[in-house]
């Protein structure tokens, strides 16, 4: 069976998308350096039960590491998922430089042992973040965006790099842009987790603006889908987006948490981030055409799966 490196592997799409690959019988080389952007032991707790699967060898190492590659080599590997990557948008206002330095390095790394072993496939995971305030929906071949934070510049940057790399060396690429991505293992700098935990625990939530900013909430098993259906596909280059193509208000996403938890949440008021945009929302008529991807996962049933994970794991 084919070996598919998975960068990123121990987060919360890498740790859904390597099972997926497994119960698929893919064979799958996770790479990831627990960094401590969050703490590192949640990571390693999504990973723990794939340490004693025969299918899934584990890499402790930064993609920029320069014996990697080497190694990689001798492995053996057939495709490349790259996930790894700085996140945060707001965390990137403060500390702009390591986005820009880390997410871009990792990226040609991945690219030159690609281009270096004649990988078959490269996937590339962008963001909805990417179309700034764009018109709605989100449509891949909008050129009037305009990215509002260093994470989605450096996001979009990385996307010219791989069209590049494409050209140059002829490596078959897709970029798929995720939109709001969340479901079990979701990280706890997110507002699922925070909210869940905040409300769960009695204590107030921070409810930036008025509530009516909509977000596209695509649940973690549809994403993996996309991300194995591109993976597969024929698709020379392309951008892609995978998203659920209906917005949610703040107001309704904390409504259903509530609902599903039971309990009413505490609400602290704040301004809108400058580097939140209004609504994501994206338009999936080329994944649907291209990639057979159809979302089915609605935002209660999503959340249900969210809510049990959250209480048999919380940390």
Not at 74 to 92: M, Q
Not at 290 to 310: A, C, H, M, R, V
Request: proline share 4%; with cysteine; aromatic share 12%.
């Amino acid at each position: 069976m084919e070996k598919i490196l998975v960068t990123g592997c121990a987060g919360f799409i890498g740790s859904n998308l390597t099972d997926s690959l497994i119960a698929k019988n893919y064979d799958v080389i996770g790479i990831d350096n627990f960094n401590d952007y969050y703490n590192p032991s949640f990571k390693r707790s999504n990973i723990r039960h794939l340490l004693r699967n025969n299918k899934f060898h584990l890499l402790e190492k930064n993609v920029t590491n320069n014996k990697l590659q080497n190694t990689l080599s001798i492995l053996g590997v057939d495709r490349i998922i790259h996930l790894a990557a700085n996140p945060g948008v707001r965390k990137s206002l403060q500390q702009p430089l390591p986005y820009y330095k880390n997410n871009i390095m990792a990226l040609i790394s991945m690219l030159e042992f690609a281009k270096n072993n004649n990988i078959k496939k490269f996937i590339f995971t962008s963001s909805s973040s990417v179309y700034g305030d764009a018109k709605t929906p989100f449509k891949e071949d909008d050129t009037n965006i305009s990215q509002l934070n260093p994470y989605a510049s450096s996001k979009f940057v990385c996307e010219k790099i791989c069209k590049a790399y494409h050209d140059m060396f002829g490596i078959e690429i897709i970029n798929l842009r995720f939109f709001s991505v969340y479901g079990p293992r979701g990280r706890p700098d997110m507002a699922p987790y925070l909210f869940m935990k905040s409300i769960i625990d009695n204590k107030p939530i921070e409810k930036f603006g008025d509530g009516t900013m909509g977000r596209d909430w695509t649940f973690v098993d549809d994403i993996n889908n996309g991300i194995i259906s591109a993976m597969n596909s024929k698709i020379k280059y392309d951008t892609i987006n995978l998203g659920n193509s209906q917005p949610i208000s703040l107001n309704e996403f904390i409504r259903t948490i509530e609902s599903i938890t039971q309990k009413k949440a505490t609400i602290k008021h704040m301004p809108k981030p400058k580097a939140d945009v209004n609504t994501t929302y994206a338009n999936i008529t080329k994944a649907k055409s291209l990639l057979n991807y159809n979302p089915s996962t609605y935002l209660k049933d999503g959340i249900e799966k969210f809510y049990q994970w959250f209480i048999k794991n919380k940390r």
